[in-house]
């Protein structure tokens, strides 16, 4: 990626525009998982240290374009970067005309993006108002870098100078070494509900893996394509042949999918449903599946053991009822201890890797969803692609 890196610019009395990730869940006016603010404060405190006139903003929830509520407010994102600096930190409410001034070294919060009209559809205007606050534009919000909005692309295109942010930085070198260069053999574990809404990650990925392991919902499709009866499990009926086709493409050039032996079923969708194992074969009519059982979560477990690189994007069962979080656990705990080179990604993953505790033990962790999902895919992200024309 040849792009400009914020590491490598003087930015000593610049006006420094960061754009980052900070939508974090928030409940009762307080941040309640602050993984994207701690991943972002590489870039802030760079900035800050350099003796930047630094503004940071993002976007948080779904507001309506010119709509400001408290509910959709920065402020307590402003709050939590205050405590973690030490020092109080203005949120500014109406910024996009400027009329507000920072210090060197001071840090200032800019109101929720999305509040602001063009943003989204990427207006000119908007853009060019935006870019005329800064000196330089740094890019931090690997996020949203699949969107091409205002605040991720059009201030990039009128900016002075428009960089990548540490964040944006690792994350794009962390999935370069993962798709383009892997260590093989290379596993990739795609979770989640449907099939539909990860179908061409599947096809992508169904072309550059050795074993393609597919868990949770999207598993059940692959199980009635090899023929078993799965119950009431969810699953799409119309995509059932073309995972049959995946299962034969890989197969083709000695790639697999591997398909549950056995599993773990209940009656219904309940924290206190009661966890019953089956042979894969022998589910019966009334019965979901919601977990994989003890023989399919081993096998998966010796696949990442052997592998060299692997990409974990899903859970393979309802983990929060621990009663059907054995599969999932047992692969976060293989992707822990393999010496494979291991990327995860999404939030789900995110919220298994904290439940398991084993967030130093992945070798790198994207804190991005639906723009990780489309690198994966080999999809051109068009803030990134902005940065690198920026870069000629």
């Known amino acids: 990626?040849?792009?400009?890196?914020?590491?490598?610019?003087?930015?000593?009395?610049?006006?420094?525009?960061?754009?980052?990730?900070?939508?974090?869940?928030?409940?009762?006016?307080?941040?309640?998982s602050d993984a994207r603010i701690a991943a972002s404060m590489a870039t802030i405190n760079f900035c800050l240290k350099a003796g930047g006139k630094v503004m940071v903003t993002s976007h948080l929830g779904r507001p309506e374009e010119g709509e400001w509520s408290e509910e959709n407010s920065l402020k307590p994102v402003a709050d939590d970067i205050a405590a973690r600096l030490k020092k109080p930190v203005r949120l500014?409410?109406?910024?996009?005309?400027?009329?507000?001034?920072?210090?060197?070294?001071?840090?200032?919060v800019l109101e929720n993006c999305r509040i602001n009209k063009g943003e989204k559809k990427n207006l000119e205007e908007t853009a060019r108002k935006y870019a005329s606050l800064c000196d330089v534009f740094v890019m931090d919000a690997f996020g949203t870098a699949h969107r091409a909005q205002a605040s991720t692309y059009g201030i990039a295109q009128y900016a002075p100078i428009a960089c990548a942010g540490i964040l944006l930085t690792e994350e794009l070198d962390a999935l370069?070494?993962?798709?383009?260069?892997p260590a093989r053999p290379m596993v990739a574990i795609v979770g989640g509900?449907?099939?539909?809404?990860?179908l061409t990650v599947l096809e992508s990925l169904s072309e550059k893996v050795d074993?393609?392991?597919?868990?949770?919902?999207?598993?059940?499709?692959?199980?009635?394509?090899?023929?078993?009866?799965?119950?009431?499990?969810?699953?799409?009926?119309?995509?059932?042949?073309?995972?049959?086709?995946?299962?034969?493409?890989?197969?083709?050039?000695?790639?697999?999918?591997?398909?549950?032996?056995?599993?773990?079923?209940?009656?219904?969708?309940?924290?206190?449903?009661?966890?019953?194992l089956k042979d894969a074969g022998s589910v019966a009519d009334d019965e979901m599946i919601f977990d994989i059982g003890p023989k399919s979560a081993q096998a998966l477990a010796d696949i990442i053991m052997n592998a060299g690189t692997v990409v974990w994007n899903g859970p393979?069962?309802?983990f929060e009822f621990d009663q059907f979080g054995a599969g999932t656990e047992k692969i976060a705990r293989a992707i822990a201890d393999t010496n494979a080179f291991t990327l995860a990604g999404g939030g789900d993953t995110i919220a298994a890797i904290q439940k398991y505790n084993i967030y130093d033990k992945v070798s790198y962790i994207s804190t991005a969803g639906g723009a990780f999902l489309e690198f994966l895919e080999g999809k051109k992200l068009p803030a990134v692609e902005i940065l690198e024309q920026r870069a000629k």
Request: hydrophobic share 45%; net charge positive.
């Open 1 to 32: 990626m040849s792009v400009i890196k914020l590491v490598d610019l003087d930015l000593k009395g610049k006006r420094v525009f960061i754009r980052s990730d900070l939508n974090v869940p928030v409940k009762d006016g307080k941040v309640t």
């Open 92 to 108: 500014i409410k109406d910024w996009v005309d400027g009329g507000f001034e920072v210090a060197e070294g001071e840090l200032v």
């Open 176 to 181: 370069t070494k993962a798709l383009h260069e």
């Open 193 to 198: 509900s449907k099939v539909s809404t990860k």
């Open 211 to 276: 074993q393609l392991v597919v868990g949770g919902g999207i598993a059940n499709t692959f199980l009635k394509a090899t023929g078993k009866n799965i119950g009431k499990s969810l699953c799409e009926d119309d995509l059932v042949p073309t995972a049959k086709l995946l299962i034969d493409k890989m197969s083709k050039r000695n790639a697999s999918i591997p398909i549950a032996v056995d599993v773990v079923v209940g009656k219904k969708f309940d924290a206190n449903e009661p966890a019953i």
């Open 316 to 318: 393979v069962g309802v």
